[in-house]
C-alpha cells in the first residue's frame, strides 16, 4: 500500500535530528516508512468476518452476532447505540452489514445464463399443466404461436386468483432467475417481462393479455425482490454442517429459483470468511386464532362461517436508520390463510417495498419519506380487490416517553392496473367475475406501543377504482381495521381486529351497489423481534 508520507518529507524531517548520514538513519527512515504505509493505512478488518486461526468458525459468528446486539443495538432514536470502529462505511452500514451483495463473490453471469433459465421455467410450467393437469390451454404448437402473434392481445377471463397472484408468483420467479446470478433489482425486471412473453405468445393457446404482461412483470418483482431478500436474511456461507444445510433449504423454499442457482453454482457448498450479503434488520410476525365471516349486509354480528386464520408478517429494514434507501432496503410483506370452510385459503397478500427515499431527525421525531410500489391481494368469501401501486410514502416514529412510541405511515399512490369484484355476496364461480380498472389509493397507518403491556392500532385503506374494461363505472372501496393487542409475555400477545369492508359501486344506467361487509378476528401472536429493529411499527 502506498504511504501519504513520501520519502523525500521524511529525509527533511529525520535531517533535523540526525545531520550525518548514517546506519542509523537509514535504518530509521526504512521502520518509519514502513510503518506509515502498513499500520495506519491498512484496511480495518471487518465486523462480520471471520479470522483464520482464531477459535472455530460457529463460536467466532456467535460472538459477532453478540457484539451487533450489544453495540449496535436500536436506539429510541432509531440509531445504534454506539458505532464499532471495525465498520468500514462504504461498504457497511452503521448496523455492521453489508450496504450490497458482495460483487467479487456474487458475480453477475453471463445474460443467456438467465435467459435460458426463464425458458426452462416456462418449459416447466407447460409441463405441469400439460401433462399433470391436463390443462386444454397447454395444447400448444404452431397454428396456436400463429394465431396468437396474428390476433393480439386481450384482456383475459381467468380467474382472480391466477390473474392476480399466480402470474406475479411466477413473474418472481424470471425476476430471481436473473437477480440470484448478479443482476440487480432494476436490471432482473426486464427478464421478468421477457419470460412474461414468452409465455403469452407460446405457452398457452389464449390469446396474449395485457393484465397478465402487468401483474407478471411489476408484481413479480415486487415479490422476487422480497423474496431475494428474506432469503439473504438467512442465508450465511461461512457456516457450515447441519446450521448449513438447514439454512440452505429454507432459503431455497422461499426463493426456489435461487436455490436451484446456488446448486448450479456450487454457492451451497462455498465457504468463506466474510458475510457476503447484504442483510437488514428482520421482525416477523406469526399470528393464529379463529376468523368470523359475517355474510348479512351492513351486520355487526351475525350469521356467518367461523374460521381458522395463520397470518405471517415480515417487516424488513429500519425505516429510521439514516441512511439512503435503495430499492426495497425497507419493506413489510402481509399474508394471511383462511381454514374451514370453501376452497380458498390465501385470504389476502399486501405489501409495499421502498423503490427510493431518506431520512430527516428533528428531535424525537423520526422520518422516512421516499417513493414506494404496493401491491394488495384480496381473495376471500367478502369481495376480490387486486391492485398495483406506485406512489409516495412517509413514515414517522414519535418517542412520548421512555416507554411509549407512536409510529404512523402514510401513501398516496396512482394505480396503473386494478381488479375488483362485481358480485354482492360470496364468490362460488370459476370465471372472471371481476372488472379491470385504474385509479389511486390512500394508506393510513398508526400504532401506539404503550410498552410493555400493549398496543393499538388504526389501519385505513382507500381505493378510487374506474373500470377501462368491463361494466362501466366507478368504485369506492374502504377497508378499516382497529386492532389492540395485549403483551401476555415479552413474544407472545393477545389480539383482537374489527375489520369493515366498504364498497360503494357507481354503474353506468344501472343502480349503484352499496354493501358493508365486517369480519372478527382473535389471535395469539409471536413476535420476533430483531435487536437493531425493536417496536412494533403496524
Avoid: C
Wanted: charged letters at 20%.
Amino acid at each position: 500500500m502506498i504511504s501519504l508520507y513520501p520519502i523525500s518529507s521524511i529525509k527533511i524531517i529525520l535531517s533535523a535530528f540526525f545531520p550525518s548520514e548514517s546506519k542509523f538513519k537509514t535504518t530509521t527512515l526504512l521502520f518509519l516508512a514502513l510503518l506509515l504505509s502498513t499500520n495506519l493505512f491498512a484496511q480495518k478488518p471487518r465486523i462480520d468476518s471471520i479470522i483464520p486461526g482464531q477459535g472455530p468458525p460457529k463460536q467466532q459468528i456467535k460472538e459477532i452476532k453478540q457484539v451487533k446486539t450489544q453495540l449496535l443495538s436500536d436506539s429510541a432514536a432509531g440509531e445504534p447505540k454506539k458505532k464499532s470502529p471495525l465498520i468500514d462505511t462504504t461498504i457497511q452500514n452503521k448496523y455492521g452489514d453489508l450496504l450490497n451483495d458482495d460483487k467479487e463473490l456474487n458475480k453477475r453471469y453471463p445474460v443467456w445464463k438467465p435467459l435460458i433459465e426463464v425458458f426452462g421455467t416456462n418449459v416447466f410450467t407447460w409441463s405441469m399443466d400439460k401433462y399433470i393437469l391436463k390443462e386444454d390451454f397447454s395444447n400448444i404448437g404452431p397454428a396456436s404461436w400463429k394465431y396468437n402473434i396474428q390476433k393480439g392481445w386481450e384482456w383475459d377471463s381467468d380467474r382472480f386468483g391466477i390473474n392476480f397472484f399466480a402470474h406475479p408468483y411466477t413473474g418472481s420467479m424470471y425476476f430471481n432467475a436473473a437477480r440470484s446470478q448478479g443482476y440487480n433489482y432494476f436490471e432482473s425486471i426486464p427478464f421478468a417481462a421477457t419470460g412474461s412473453l414468452m409465455w403469452e405468445y407460446f405457452g398457452e393457446t389464449t390469446r396474449p393479455s395485457y393484465n397478465d404482461l402487468i401483474n407478471t412483470s411489476l408484481n413479480g418483482a415486487l415479490l422476487g425482490e422480497m423474496f431475494y431478500r428474506l432469503s439473504s436474511n438467512i442465508l450465511d456461507d461461512r457456516t457450515t454442517g447441519s446450521e448449513r444445510v438447514f439454512r440452505e433449504i429454507f432459503a431455497g423454499l422461499i426463493d426456489p429459483e435461487r436455490g436451484l442457482n446456488r446448486l448450479l453454482q456450487g454457492k451451497s457448498f462455498r465457504h468463506t470468511t466474510k458475510e457476503v450479503y447484504q442483510k437488514e434488520p428482520l421482525n416477523i410476525t406469526i399470528s393464529a386464532g379463529m376468523h368470523k365471516i359475517n355474510t348479512g349486509n351492513k351486520t355487526v354480528f351475525g350469521e356467518g362461517p367461523t374460521e381458522a386464520l395463520l397470518n405471517f408478517q415480515f417487516d424488513y429494514g429500519n425505516p429510521f436508520e439514516e441512511t439512503y434507501k435503495k430499492p426495497f432496503d425497507f419493506f413489510k410483506l402481509r399474508t394471511e390463510f383462511s381454514f374451514g370452510s370453501g376452497r380458498k385459503l390465501l385470504d389476502n397478500l399486501t405489501g409495499y417495498g421502498i423503490l427510493v427515499g431518506d431520512n430527516y431527525k428533528a428531535g424525537d421525531l423520526s422520518m422516512l419519506y421516499g417513493l414506494f410500489q404496493y401491491d394488495d391481494y384480496w381473495d376471500n368469501k367478502t369481495f376480490e380487490l387486486g391492485a398495483l401501486g406506485f406512489g409516495g410514502g412517509i413514515f414517522t416514529k414519535y418517542a412520548i416517553d421512555d416507554k411509549t412510541t407512536l409510529y404512523t405511515n402514510a401513501h398516496l399512490a396512482f394505480i396503473p392496473l386494478a381488479g375488483n369484484s362485481t358480485r354482492f355476496g360470496p364468490d362460488t364461480t370459476q370465471f372472471r367475475d371481476y372488472t379491470y380498472g385504474d385509479g389511486f389509493e390512500t394508506k393510513f397507518e398508526t400504532t401506539l406501543n404503550l410498552g410493555s403491556v400493549a398496543s393499538a392500532s388504526f389501519v385505513y385503506y382507500y381505493f378510487f377504482l374506474h373500470t377501462y374494461f368491463g361494466q362501466p363505472g366507478n368504485n369506492n372501496i374502504s377497508i378499516l381495521k382497529p386492532r389492540i393487542t395485549f403483551n401476555v409475555t415479552k413474544k407472545i400477545s393477545l389480539g383482537f381486529e374489527h375489520f369493515i369492508y366498504f364498497d360503494d359501486r357507481y354503474l353506468k344506467n344501472l343502480p349503484g351497489i352499496y354493501s358493508v361487509r365486517t369480519e372478527q378476528k382473535i389471535f395469539l401472536s409471536l413476535f420476533l423481534e430483531d435487536p437493531q429493529r425493536k417496536g412494533r411499527y403496524n
